[in-house]
């Protein structure tokens, strides 16, 4: 009763001893298909944790070189160092009894009893239960592990990009402003040339007007920077009248 109630089957990837008797090619041909079929399964299986689980990275050029991270745990299982123990009955199974909704509301006691009664009764070797458990925690730790050293060195990859590019840029806009300043540097030349134009042009104006106010008869015309020539052809003009 206790194995329906918490659904206590065997691990997905776990054989049963074969039996003294020599089987059959069928059953041996129906044996390897039930394998089979179990592996490929194994991947979409997963223990109902509270905790989000991992998806794949969407492609892209720009994530570190080798970096994959595993669609389930199941691949991080299959693929650690040490892979965990194949009995029976394994820690994922106790997971999910853990997480039953069966066990929703129990104190912490009731609910240990409940699974020792369990497991008790489905022959659970609790040693192995224990190894099957540091097991996965050990691939799990690796598996952060090389993912976070895969991290750092794109991180170191991609800072010394970023160095050459702000070194480029640097170059670049040294070259801009410098070409900025000249800019700057030409307009106030013009300008500096256009003043001292204008002090030549009055003193110009200024002699002529000057020189023609001696063309005028009947008096001078007392000139000044204002009046300049506007003022003798007034003058002019007034002795001709």
Same mark, same amino acid.
């Given at each position: 009763?206790?194995?329906?109630?918490?659904?206590?089957?065997?691990?997905?990837?776990?054989?049963?001893?074969?039996?003294?008797?020599?089987?059959?090619?069928?059953?041996?041909?129906?044996?390897?298909?039930?394998?089979?079929?179990?592996? *490929?399964?194994?991947?979409?299986?997963?223990?109902?944790?509270?905790?989000?689980? =991992?998806?794949?990275?969407?492609?892209?050029?720009?994530?570190?070189?080798?970096?994959?991270?595993? *669609?389930?745990?199941?691949?991080?299982?299959?693929?650690?160092?040490?892979?965990?123990?194949?009995?029976?009955?394994?820690?994922?199974?106790?997971?999910?009894?853990?997480?039953?909704?069966?066990?929703?509301?129990?104190?912490?006691?009731?609910?240990?009893?409940?699974?020792?009664?369990?497991?008790?009764?489905?022959?659970? +070797?609790?040693?192995? =239960? =224990?190894?099957?458990?540091?097991?996965?925690?050990?691939?799990?730790?690796?598996?952060?592990?090389?993912?976070?050293?895969?991290?750092?060195?794109?991180?170191?990859?991609?800072?010394?990009?970023?160095?050459?590019?702000?070194?480029?840029?640097?170059?670049?806009?040294?070259?801009?402003?410098?070409?900025?300043?000249?800019? =700057? +540097?030409?307009?106030?030349?013009?300008?500096?040339?256009?003043?001292?134009?204008?002090?030549?042009?009055?003193?110009?104006?200024?002699?002529?007007?000057?020189?023609?106010?001696?063309?005028?008869?009947?008096?001078?015309?007392?000139?000044? +920077?204002?009046?300049?020539?506007?003022?003798?052809?007034?003058? *002019?003009? *007034?002795?001709?009248?």
């Amino acid at each position: 009763m206790l194995k329906r109630l918490f659904g206590l089957s065997p691990e997905p990837n776990y054989l049963p001893p074969a039996s003294g008797t020599r089987s059959s090619p069928q059953a041996g041909a129906r044996q390897t298909n039930s394998a089979r079929e179990s592996t *490929a399964n194994t991947a979409a299986e997963q223990p109902r944790l509270p905790s989000p689980q =991992l998806r794949v990275v969407a492609d892209g050029a720009d994530r570190p070189a080798g970096w994959n991270l595993p *669609a389930t745990f199941q691949q991080v299982y299959e693929s650690a160092a040490v892979k965990p123990l194949k009995t029976a009955v394994g820690i994922l199974k106790v997971v999910d009894m853990v997480y039953s909704p069966h066990l929703n509301g129990m104190t912490p006691e009731l609910k240990r009893g409940a699974l020792m009664m369990a497991l008790e009764a489905a022959g659970a +070797d609790f040693e192995n =239960l =224990l190894q099957d458990a540091v097991a996965r925690q050990r691939a799990l730790n690796d598996c952060e592990g090389q993912l976070q050293d895969k991290l750092k060195q794109f991180e170191a990859a991609k800072e010394e990009e970023n160095r050459q590019h702000q070194a480029e840029l640097d170059r670049i806009t040294s070259q801009y402003q410098a070409r900025i300043k000249a800019n =700057l +540097d030409e307009v106030a030349r013009c300008q500096e040339n256009f003043r001292t134009w204008q002090k030549r042009k009055q003193q110009e104006s200024h002699r002529i007007s000057e020189a023609a106010a001696f063309c005028v008869p009947q008096g001078n015309v007392m000139l000044n +920077d204002s009046s300049g020539l506007t003022a003798v052809l007034e003058r *002019a003009s *007034a002795a001709h009248r």
